[in-house]
């Protein structure tokens, strides 16, 4: 029996499952840090990447860490609240964090996880729709996609700004199936976060898939997970 037998949509993760995350975001929030600090003249690094969720030392982000599950605006207001804690009035902390604040590049620092083109083909073949689920705000998530040159076989997508509830809330999967009308029992979500599976556990998904690729760990996921895998490459 295939694992992908009686499954009409896969649900994917984005940073993680389907691209590295620590390359994205470890790159990220260390050029945030180097960029706060030159705005404010504060040493604010080692702080803000445990308010993050960062291990420098091993360049891994944490699994339950704000940088693994929390939406850009959030992010950016945990800054805001760290440079007040650090001495800042209000004022002050929203411009020095303005002066600082630069999206991921989302081609640049995006390294697939698999050689998706392949991944979607292989999925189309077999008659299965593609959407994404991602914390992550729909500008880069579309940029990404297109760098990684899989929007045509992309059918869907919800982003942590399109205004419905993120993870683990249900909402997204809900929605996604609503849009196919297909059932969350013939659909699959993919991830590698505990976010991930309890947002498909939650919506009834006929399959949650854990992957090895991204911020958790085989433990982590296990309680969660119908199946866990080294990463997507290994769904087909």
């Known amino acids: ?24 975001w470890g790159a990220w929030v260390t050029d945030l840090a180097r960029r706060l600090e030159s705005a404010t003249g504060l040493l604010i690094t080692d702080r803000l990447f445990r308010a993050m969720g960062f291990d420098s030392g091993s360049g891994r982000v944490a699994a339950d860490g704000p940088l693994a599950v929390t939406p850009m605006a959030i992010l950016r207001a945990l800054t805001v609240d760290l440079l007040r804690e650090a001495g800042l009035s ?13 999206e991921p590049d989302p ?13 979607f083909r292989a999925l189309r073949d077999r008659s299965i729709k593609i959407a994404i689920a991602t914390t992550d705000d729909r500008a880069p998530t579309e940029a990404t996609l297109a760098g990684l040159g899989v929007v045509p076989f992309v059918d ?5 700004d399109d205004g419905v509830p993120v993870k683990p809330a249900p909402d997204m999967v809900l929605a996604l199936c609503q849009s196919f009308d297909i059932p969350p029992s013939r659909t699959a979500v993919v991830g590698d976060s505990t976010v991930d599976l309890q947002m498909g556990r939650v ?34």
């Open 90 to 102: 209000r004022e002050a902390a929203e411009d020095a964090t303005t002066a600082a604040w630069r």
């Open 156 to 160: 869907a997508m919800l982003c942590a």
């Open 203 to 236: 919506a009834g998904a006929g399959l949650v898939v854990g992957v090895l690729s991204g911020v958790s760990n085989s433990s982590a996921l296990q309680p969660l997970a119908d199946v866990i895998l080294p990463s997507v490459a290994d769904l087909v």
């Open 1 to 24: 029996m295939n694992l992908l037998d009686g499954i009409q949509l896969i649900i994917f993760d984005k940073d993680g499952t389907l691209i590295d995350f620590d390359a994205m």
């Open 107 to 119: 081609v640049a620092l995006a390294y697939p996880l698999a050689n998706l083109p392949t991944l």
